[in-house]
């Protein structure tokens, strides 16, 4: 195993979360919910396999029995060792056996079923060979919200999480920026995350000068130079969940112009998070903090959603766009990282992870929101 989920979940808590998916599969109408190697079965069992395989792994959830793991046997001492285990039934499977048998045995021929997005063609293929009258629903759209809201000891980790990314921002600002590279600085970022803690690191955006005007940049050999606004975005996952924040630093002084827009983006991310309350749609998060830009001239400047969710994965549901109306629940968390790109100039993006809370938002990102000047 990977070891991405801590220790500190135990087989009951992913019982209870097996549990709440069946409700939830049969709430939307599905049959069953069948969970491929990936962030859902990590979060549901405890379980990741060791690499890649083009064999077949699937967590069988419906209600009428208890859950199912179908593995193969070779990975079946790993699944049994996996937090969640007690929770399970292991099915295993030898290789020359067919595997689509072991799991159709476990389905209704005409049912419906959830299953998540990580789950290869050819498997899901040749479950509706077998079961021609079976069909599918991608669980991300069947059941969106089923991680997004976090319990205690979620959001505790989640907090870790926030606090190494916040360390790191503390720890590149007294970092050389001018003169050396972008990539240079995007490999302190993810050497600064591992030193907090993270096991994985999933982006270190460094955008220079007129390249902090595309929202996904990440780094280049662009030479920073003095003057230059650096939009910095990093993150990845410690003990299992996610950070990512947002910075914006100055190499220098900044022009009016650019302090300006800093501020506007500033106040715009204010306006986003005092949005966050129980209740309220996830679009009024992205509507606040919007209409803050597009008052001020910038509208057009602004080109991506307000937030995403995150949790086992950096990037998941709940988003804060326009037309969700998903309504926000204490324990969701996500990112509130309006921005302005001005094409061939700079860009200024803001971003804090958000958990709902029983009377509005908390942030778990405390780095200054002003503007910081870098060497």
Same mark, same amino acid.
């Given at each position: 195993?990977?070891?991405?989920?801590?220790?500190?979940?135990?087989?009951?808590?992913?019982?209870?979360?097996?549990?709440? !998916?069946?409700? &939830? +599969? %049969?709430? @939307? =109408?599905?049959?069953? /919910?069948?969970?491929?190697?990936?962030? *859902?079965?990590?979060?549901?069992?405890?379980?990741?396999?060791?690499?890649?395989?083009?064999?077949?792994?699937?967590?069988?959830?419906?209600?009428?029995?208890?859950?199912?793991?179908?593995?193969?046997?070779?990975? !079946?001492?790993? &699944? +049994? %060792?996996? @937090? =969640?285990?007690?929770? /399970?039934?292991?099915?295993?499977?030898? *290789?020359?056996?067919?595997?689509?048998?072991?799991?159709?045995?476990?389905?209704?021929?005409?049912?419906?079923?959830?299953?998540?997005?990580?789950?290869?063609?050819?498997?899901?293929?040749?479950?509706?060979?077998?079961?021609?009258?079976?069909?599918?629903?991608?669980?991300?759209?069947? /059941?969106?919200?089923?991680?997004?809201?976090?319990?205690?000891?979620?959001?505790?980790?989640?907090?870790?999480?926030?606090?190494?990314?916040?360390?790191?921002?503390?720890?590149?600002?007294?970092?050389?920026?001018?003169?050396?590279?972008?990539?240079?600085?995007?490999?302190?970022?993810?050497?600064?995350?591992?030193?907090?803690?993270?096991?994985?690191?999933?982006?270190?955006?460094?955008?220079?000068?007129?390249?902090?005007?595309?929202?996904?940049?990440?780094?280049?050999?662009?030479?920073?130079?003095?003057?230059?606004?650096?939009?910095?975005?990093?993150?990845?996952?410690?003990?299992?969940?996610?950070?990512?924040?947002?910075?914006?630093?100055?190499?220098?002084?900044?022009?009016?112009?650019?302090?300006?827009?800093?501020?506007?983006?500033?106040?715009?991310?204010?306006?986003?998070?005092?949005?966050?309350?129980?209740?309220?749609?996830?679009?009024?998060?992205?509507?606040?903090?919007?209409?803050?830009?597009?008052?001020?001239?910038?509208?057009?400047?602004?080109?991506?959603?307000?937030?995403?969710?995150?949790?086992?994965?950096?990037?998941?549901?709940?988003?804060?766009?326009?037309?969700?109306?998903?309504?926000?629940?204490?324990?969701?968390?996500?990112?509130?990282?309006?921005?302005?790109?001005?094409?061939?100039?700079?860009?200024?993006?803001?971003?804090?992870?958000?958990?709902?809370?029983?009377?509005?938002?908390?942030?778990?990102?405390?780095?200054?929101?002003?503007?910081?000047?870098?060497?």
């Amino acid at each position: 195993m990977t070891g991405r989920t801590p220790a500190r979940f135990t087989a009951d808590d992913y019982r209870a979360r097996m549990e709440r !998916a069946v409700h &939830a +599969a %049969g709430d @939307a =109408g599905l049959a069953g /919910l069948l969970v491929a190697p990936g962030p *859902d079965l990590v979060w549901l069992t405890g379980y990741e396999p060791p690499a890649a395989t083009e064999r077949l792994t699937l967590l069988v959830l419906t209600p009428d029995r208890d859950p199912v793991l179908v593995v193969p046997a070779l990975e !079946a001492p790993d &699944a +049994a %060792g996996a @937090a =969640g285990a007690p929770a /399970l039934t292991l099915r295993d499977w030898t *290789d020359g056996k067919d595997p689509y048998a072991a799991t159709t045995a476990l389905l209704d021929a005409d049912g419906r079923y959830g299953v998540s997005d990580n789950a290869w063609a050819l498997h899901l293929l040749n479950l509706q060979k077998a079961l021609p009258d079976s069909s599918y629903a991608s669980l991300t759209d069947a /059941l969106p919200m089923l991680r997004a809201v976090k319990d205690a000891a979620e959001l505790e980790l989640m907090a870790a999480a926030g606090a190494a990314a916040d360390a790191t921002f503390e720890e590149i600002r007294g970092v050389p920026f001018a003169g050396r590279r972008e990539s240079e600085v995007g490999a302190d970022l993810a050497d600064l995350l591992r030193r907090f803690g993270h096991s994985q690191v999933d982006f270190t955006i460094v955008a220079s000068g007129p390249n902090g005007a595309n929202p996904h940049h990440e780094v280049g050999d662009r030479v920073i130079e003095h003057g230059d606004m650096v939009v910095l975005d990093f993150g990845g996952l410690k003990d299992g969940y996610g950070s990512d924040t947002s910075r914006t630093v100055h190499v220098g002084e900044p022009t009016d112009e650019e302090r300006r827009v800093h501020d506007l983006v500033r106040e715009a991310q204010e306006a986003g998070f005092r949005a966050v309350r129980p209740g309220a749609a996830c679009q009024e998060v992205d509507r606040a903090a919007r209409a803050v830009i597009a008052d001020a001239g910038y509208g057009e400047y602004f080109i991506h959603r307000t937030g995403h969710g995150i949790g086992v994965t950096t990037h998941e549901p709940p988003y804060m766009i326009e037309g969700e109306e998903q309504p926000l629940v204490p324990g969701m968390c996500f990112s509130v990282e309006p921005g302005v790109y001005l094409p061939g100039r700079f860009g200024v993006r803001i971003e804090d992870i958000v958990t709902v809370t029983a009377d509005g938002g908390r942030r778990l990102n405390d780095t200054t929101r002003e503007m910081v000047m870098v060497d």
